[in-house]
């Protein structure tokens, strides 16, 4: 379950609660943890996302930074914290819940620290170090942009000031969205002078994929129904570019009537921080050293084609291909060298498929293909393809090494139309291809029925 602590819901847009969430759920799934958490130092508030079959109130130390031994300081990582003497003696390793694994970054500004628990021994590899920095990267961002918010509210009673010396673009609105002020700063933002802007509307400049949200939204805000909102969109820059902007738009009301009449909103380029959110989704989802699509990827696409078929019909092919004697190559030749064999077979693999065509590295010197709109005969012959364009001899450091693959095909529906029946299928094909000498294909074939 997830928990915020002290006052998370008094933000009054709850946006940074939903997301700071939303990214500890997303580090315990990628880092394969029981718990995550983020803790501000300057108040005390904090998220928290655990596992549901674990004990919450063993647990309950990550909510704070009280008696941390990561309270302070740089990055911090312990594989097994019964083995240093930094953490043995610390209650929640020698009691419940009986941490073992622990490691935490600062977030910018000393605003507080992002971590990691869990009751196994473990180590991070370069590359979920890396994640991990981007993840506490992504919640300095979004900590900081909430109390840029949140200052603009409680400054709002001196609007003109603040509007003319805030980074922030500040703009000023009426019910049907048409702009009557817009700060100085819309010129580094995206271009314009404000006076091109004012007597005109957001949503012409919106993008199309952002047009839908962004009026709901309005719509809300003219009813006087959202008192408070926020939106992500892009908007077309002078120069014709899409810039990722974050606006944080609060309902005005007439101080007569009290009835609404507008709005004011303050509005940033989170550029950057889109970024981050699709550098971690690509490692979620791919291979590090190929490039390829990771196993889950493969997994959720061949749902998908399973999905097309029995929807319209639309047959395919799956390719199980295994590097033959690749542990001979790494153990005589240095792992190095089988890096450069399993990036050069990515490279070949791509070059041989389709563009509708998938191939992913599911691990060591395992890859599969989805080969769309196939069957058996299709399959055979992209096999073929595949194994003579590895055939060509790779350069390596001193020498050409020429390299086999072998391939198990199986196809839809014959073979299955259940990913588990149709992998364990395309898996049986490649056993016999390795058994019967390498090289080469072999398909599927049923087992002969006993009797």
Request: net charge negative.
């Amino acid at each position: 379950m997830t928990t915020a602590r002290d006052g998370a819901s008094q933000n009054t847009t709850g946006a940074p609660f939903i997301r700071l969430d939303l990214l500890c759920r997303t580090a315990r799934t990628l880092f394969d943890v029981p718990v995550v958490s983020i803790c501000e130092a300057r108040n005390g508030q904090s998220w928290i996302d655990s596992a549901t079959d674990i004990d919450e109130a063993a647990w309950h130390f990550a909510c704070a930074l009280d008696n941390r031994p990561d309270a302070t300081g740089g990055a911090f990582a312990v594989e097994d914290a019964r083995a240093d003497p930094a953490t043995a003696a610390l209650p929640f390793v020698v009691g419940a819940p009986g941490l073992r694994f622990m490691a935490s970054l600062p977030l910018g500004g000393g605003s507080g620290r992002i971590a990691l628990f869990d009751a196994r021994t473990r180590r991070l590899t370069p590359a979920e170090m890396r994640a991990f920095e981007d993840l506490a990267a992504l919640a300095s961002e979004m900590l900081r942009l909430d109390r840029a918010a949140r200052k603009a509210a409680a400054c709002e009673a001196q609007f003109r000031l603040l509007a003319e010396t805030s980074t922030d673009t500040i703009v000023r609105g009426n019910l049907d969205g048409v702009r009557l002020y817009i700060s100085p700063a819309v010129r580094e933002l995206l271009g314009y002078e404000p006076e091109e802007m004012i007597g005109k509307r957001a949503i012409d400049i919106t993008h199309p994929d952002d047009i839908g949200p962004f009026r709901a939204m309005m719509q809300e805000v003219r009813a006087g129904r959202l008192t408070v909102g926020q939106t992500e969109q892009r908007q077309r820059h002078k120069d014709g570019s899409w810039v990722w902007l974050e606006g944080h738009v609060r309902l005005t009301r007439d101080p007569v009537t009290g009835e609404p009449d507008g709005y004011v909103s303050s509005v940033r380029g989170i550029g950057r921080r889109k970024a981050i959110e699709q550098r971690l989704a690509h490692i979620a989802t791919h291979d590090e050293l190929t490039g390829l699509p990771n196993r889950k990827l493969f997994g959720d696409r061949l749902i998908e084609e399973i999905a097309a078929w029995r929807s319209a019909g639309r047959t395919f092919s799956l390719l199980w291909m295994d590097i033959d004697r690749f542990k001979d190559i790494n153990d005589g030749l240095g792992h190095q060298a089988g890096d450069v064999v399993l990036q050069e077979a990515a490279r070949r693999f791509r070059a041989t498929l389709r563009r509708d065509d998938m191939v992913a590295r599911l691990g060591g010197d395992e890859f599969a293909v989805i080969q769309v709109s196939a069957g058996r005969a299709e399959a055979e012959r992209l096999a073929a393809r595949l194994i003579e364009t590895m055939a060509q001899p790779i350069d390596l450091p001193g020498r050409a090494l020429a390299v086999g693959l072998s391939i198990g095909i199986a196809w839809a529906p014959e073979c299955g139309l259940d990913p588990d029946e149709l992998l364990a299928a395309a898996d049986r094909a490649l056993y016999r291809a390795k058994s019967e000498g390498r090289r080469t294909w072999r398909c599927f074939e049923p087992e002969p029925a006993r009797g």
